[in-house]
Every structure is written in C-alpha cells, then in structure tokens.
C-alpha cells in the first residue's frame, strides 16, 4: 500500500543553522501539509500547499520557513535559521478522498 | 474557528473491557471529524472519520464514533480492548467542514491496557 515516507528520521542540528526535512507524498494526491509536535504538545498545523503554492499558513509559519515541491515527487520543509524551539517532530501529510495520510515523522533536534 | 477537546489525557482499562475516549468539538461549519492513533515511534493512522454521512462511523480494529451535534461530541468506543490498542489517541477537526483544510488536533489521550 502506497504510503508518505520521509527522511530523515532523526535530524540533530547547531542553533542558527539550516535545515531541509524531505517528504515523498503519495504519488497521485494533490494536497500537502507540514505539522509539528512539540514534546508534551499537541500536533499543530505549519502549512499546506496545492497547485504549486501555499495554500494556508499558520502563523507558526514565518519567514524562517519555506517550502517546496522541487520535482514533482518531493515535498521539503526548509528551516533558514533554527531556534531551540523550532525542536519538534515534524509531520508531512498528503490528501486524497477525505483522508489526510501522514508520514512517519522526522524528528528534529536543535542544540 | 474550530477546536477540540479530548476531556481525559489518560485512560486505563483491563483487557478485555470496553475503551470510551471522550472528545468535543467546536467548529464554525458543519464538521468532518477524525480520530487518528499514534503508536510509539510511529506516525499517525486514521482509525476513522465522519463527514457528514451516518452518524454512527465504524472504523479499523473494532473502534466506532458517533456524531452527536446536539452535544458536540464524537466518542470513540471500542467494545473489548486489546493489548495492541494501547497508543495515543487523537480526536481531529477539519476546517471549513472539508477534510482537505488544515486540521486542528486534541491534546490527545494515551490508552493503557492491562492484562
């Protein structure tokens, strides 16, 4: 069964410095969506993106996060600059038929 | 604007009882609603949703919801817990009434299940 994949799974990072988390969509959907989880939080929406722009934003969402979708099958989350804060698990989704299917999670740490 | 509450972040039961997690719902439009399980270390699974067809929804593994828009809840049941159930729980609301609009999540409720 077709599933979201993304890489990596684990991402230990220095403060201030650049991050790309990567995500494979399931080939045929049309929507795609970034969602974080704060250790002891609740799953929050980043953003989501249909016919090649963003669609909604949170205001999480801010000018140190971009994303993209480079090559038809990809689907990034660029961090420019991060913050102690910014350390999450971050969730990709994509849609179709009335189901958001997520991928595994990467799991971001920023010393 | 929509919201969700899932009124106890923890649930113990005993094998074999039934499973009640208890969400309630605010939303602007008329809601879909999901209920989404998370395994440890792994990602989030759709146990079930409704968007506005039966009330009563059946989902995978054994576990329903019923909508109830006079009290704005959507209760996950499961007759006879299993030892593979034991997870966190989330109760998930989708804007604007589509299940392609973001989704705002609960706070979540870890399941327990002893022997």
């Known amino acids: 069964e077709p599933e979201v994949t993304q890489t990596p799974s684990h991402q230990v990072t220095q403060m201030g410095q650049e991050v790309i988390l990567r995500c494979v969509p399931i080939?045929?959907?049309?929507?795609f969506y970034w969602y974080r989880q704060i250790l002891g939080q609740k799953v929050e929406f980043l953003v989501s993106?249909?016919?090649?722009?963003?669609?909604?934003k949170s205001e999480i969402f801010d000018d140190q996060f971009s994303v993209e979708r480079p090559d038809g099958s990809n689907f990034t989350l660029k961090i420019r600059s991060t913050k102690l804060e910014d350390s999450a698990m971050y969730f990709c989704?994509?849609?179709?038929?009335?189901?958001?299917?997520f991928g595994p999670g990467t799991r971001l740490t920023v010393l | 604007a929509q919201s969700v509450t899932q009124l106890d972040s923890h649930v113990s039961v005993s094998e074999g009882t039934p499973v009640l997690l208890r969400c309630n719902y605010s939303?602007?439009?008329?809601?879909?609603l999901f209920w989404y399980v998370q395994h440890p270390n792994k990602g989030l699974q759709l146990l079930l949703k409704?968007?506005?067809?039966?009330?009563l929804v059946k989902g995978i593994n054994g576990f329903e919801a019923e909508f109830k828009k006079s009290e704005t809840s959507f209760h996950l049941t499961k007759p006879s817990a299993h030892m593979s159930d034991a997870a966190e729980y989330f109760c998930?609301?989708?804007?604007?009434?589509?299940?392609?609009?973001?989704?705002?999540f609960g706070q979540g409720t870890i399941l327990t299940v002893h022997p």
């Open positions: 989704a994509s849609y179709r038929a009335n189901e958001q299917f």
């Open positions: 939303s602007s439009y008329s809601p879909s």
């Open positions: 998930v609301v989708s804007a604007g009434g589509t299940s392609y609009g973001k989704l705002t």
């Open positions: 080939s045929n959907h049309l929507y």
């Open positions: 993106f249909y016919n090649n722009e963003i669609s909604e």
């Open positions: 409704y968007t506005s067809a039966a009330t």
